[in-house]
Structures are given as structure tokens and as C-alpha cells.
T-cell receptor, first 113, second 113 residues
Framework: DAGITQSPRHKVTETGTPVTLRCHQTENHRYMYWYRQDPGHGLRLIHYSYGVKDTDKGEVSDGYSVSRSKTEDFLLTLESATSSQTSVYFC????????????FGPGTRLTVL | AQSVTQPDIHITVSEGASLELRCNYSYGATPYLFWYVQSPGQGLQLLLKYFSGDTLVQGIKGFEAEFKRSQSSFNLRKPSVHWSDAAEYFCAVGVRGYQKVTFGIGTKLQVIP
């Protein structure tokens, strides 16, 4: 257990509404990541963070923004949700000296109607 | 950029039979390699990882994987599959210092009695 929680775990929203997903870790790890998982695509990196207020884009960042004002929290925001953003979203952290080894949260299932 | 190929989307094996899941990667130098397992509705759990040294890596739940540089492969094996091994398996590749990994699309394992 890497001490990662995600909230909410499930959300249904309508097209055009803003949505914020939260990832919380308890162990002050520097690197945090947001992925989306879709059938046939595996996991694709949306954004990641390498410290407070330090973030960078992944391969599928369009339509998403992130913020990290505290070490323990990494927020993913869909400014105006679209049906193509219906997915399962996973947060991950890199741990210790093996900073390429990622550990995952339980996921958030988001449905955009 | 690195990439990962998992050529088998679905595999069905009988309980008690041996298992091999294939993973091929593309990267010029020695990569970091990972296998994760995902049970339905769950997050991803790290099975094993290869960074350097012995090319045969032991993981949790009785799994092992072998790094073969000449074949650019990192196949996952288990000598005797249990019904509880039914899940989706993801291979991933990382690069030293890059702090990001690339995932394959996954292989879904079905175990029949």
C-alpha cells in the first residue's frame, strides 16, 4: 500500500461542466502522475508533477490541467468535460531511490454524458 | 522515445498450466522494465521490475520475468496458473532519470477450470 487515495471514486457529469479529481498521498513523495486508462490504449500519461508547483505535460494533456500547491495533493481538472474524457483515471507516485518505480491509486471512474 | 508492445490482447489458459505473457520494448539503451497486474475494478499492482544485474527477476505471487537484450523482450512467466491470476497484465518501460514510464496496452488473462 503506497498510501495513495483518490476522490471521488466514481463521478457522473454532463458535457461542458468542470470536474476536479483529487489525488492524495501520505508520504511526501516528490513525483506524482495522472494517467487515463481506456480499452485498447493501456495507460496514457496526462500530466505529472516533480514538486510543488512544478508540473509538465504528458502525451494526452489536451483538455486537462493540473495543480500541486502541497506535496501531498495533486489535482486534475477538466475545465469543460467532453464525452471523450469518459475514462478511468489513475494517480501514481514514484517512490524513493527507485524513482522510476510507480505505485498506483485505486482509480476514479468518470462518465461524461 | 521508448515504446512497449504486448502482442497478445487476450490469453486463455487452464488452471494449473504454465503461463508466458510476451512483452517487447523499443529503446536504445538498457531500459527499466516492469510488469503490473490489474484485477477487475482495481488499481495496478507492481509484480516485478528489472533495473540491472541478474536478467531473471522474481516477483510476487510466484511470477518471474526474464530480460533478453538480444530479443528486446521481457516476458512474464508462471509455472502453474491459479484461478485468482485472472486479471489484466501490463508491461512498462522506463528510462533512467527520465521519471516517466510507457505502458503497453495490456494482456487480459482468462483462467478456465
Amino acid at each position: 500500500d503506497a498510501g495513495i487515495t483518490q476522490s471521488p471514486r466514481h463521478k457522473v457529469t454532463e458535457t461542458g461542466t468542470p470536474v476536479t479529481l483529487r489525488c492524495h498521498q501520505t508520504e511526501n513523495h516528490r513525483y506524482m502522475y495522472w494517467y487515463r486508462q481506456d480499452p485498447g490504449h493501456g495507460l496514457r500519461l496526462i500530466h505529472y508533477s516533480y514538486g510543488v508547483k512544478d508540473t509538465d505535460k504528458g502525451e494526452v494533456s489536451d483538455g486537462y490541467s493540473v495543480s500541486r500547491s502541497k506535496t501531498e495533493d495533486f489535482l486534475l481538472t477538466l475545465e469543460s468535460a467532453t464525452s471523450s474524457q469518459t475514462s478511468v483515471y489513475f494517480c501514481a507516485i514514484s517512490v524513493g531511490q527507485d524513482t522510476d518505480t510507480q505505485y498506483f491509486g485505486p482509480g476514479t471512474r468518470l462518465t461524461v454524458l | 522515445a521508448q515504446s512497449v508492445t504486448q502482442p497478445d490482447i487476450h490469453i486463455t489458459v487452464s488452471e494449473g498450466a504454465s503461463l508466458e505473457l510476451r512483452c517487447n520494448y523499443s529503446y536504445g539503451a538498457t531500459p527499466y522494465l516492469f510488469w503490473y497486474v490489474q484485477s477487475p475494478g482495481q488499481g495496478l499492482q507492481l509484480l516485478l521490475k528489472y533495473f540491472s544485474g541478474d536478467t531473471l527477476v522474481q516477483g510476487i505471487k510466484g511470477f518471474e520475468a526474464e530480460f533478453k537484450r538480444s530479443q528486446s523482450s521481457f516476458n512474464l512467466r508462471k509455472p502453474s496458473v491459479h484461478w485468482s491470476d485472472a486479471a489484466e497484465y501490463f508491461c512498462a518501460v522506463g528510462v533512467r532519470g527520465y521519471q516517466k514510464v510507457t505502458f503497453g496496452i495490456g494482456t487480459k488473462l482468462q483462467v478456465i477450470p
